[in-house]
């Protein structure tokens, strides 16, 4: 099984940056697409920046030109690089990864979550 831990999040002021780390360990396969997800308080789970292996990337409309998602496939490392941050980028980051296990079907994994918080 992978376990996904998350790490990098924290308060900052709105304008700041943070980088949000995420480790893949475990018994798998192989790891395809990772992404990032966040969930604010009373809001649906929203994906934030997804990345294939090949290094192919989408973003959510409101983050484009300030986040950049990255990858290390040697590691199964996920990065989200948060630039400009506003206070509308509060949420629980959420790392998540498509899972090819040694033998079986494709699954989705998820980390626990990290707090971001942009605040003054």
């Known amino acids: 099984q992978v376990q996904l831990v998350e790490s990098g999040g924290g308060l900052v002021q709105p304008g700041g940056s943070l980088r949000l780390s995420c480790a893949a360990s475990?018994?798998?396969?192989?790891?395809?697409?990772m992404g990032w997800y966040r969930q604010a308080p009373g809001k649906e789970r929203e994906l934030v920046a997804a990345?294939?292996?090949?290094?192919?990337?989408n973003y959510a409309d409101s983050v484009k030109g300030r986040f950049t998602i990255s990858r290390h496939n040697a590691n199964n490392t996920v990065y989200l690089q948060m630039n400009s941050l506003k206070p509308e980028d509060t949420a629980v980051y959420y790392c998540?990864?498509?899972?090819?296990?040694?033998?079986?079907?494709?699954?989705?994994?998820w980390g626990q979550g990290t707090q971001v918080t942009v605040s003054s």
């Open positions: 998540n990864a498509a899972v090819l296990p040694t033998w079986g079907r494709s699954y989705n994994s």
């Open positions: 475990g018994s798998f396969f192989s790891i395809n697409a």
């Open positions: 990345i294939t292996r090949g290094g192919s990337t």
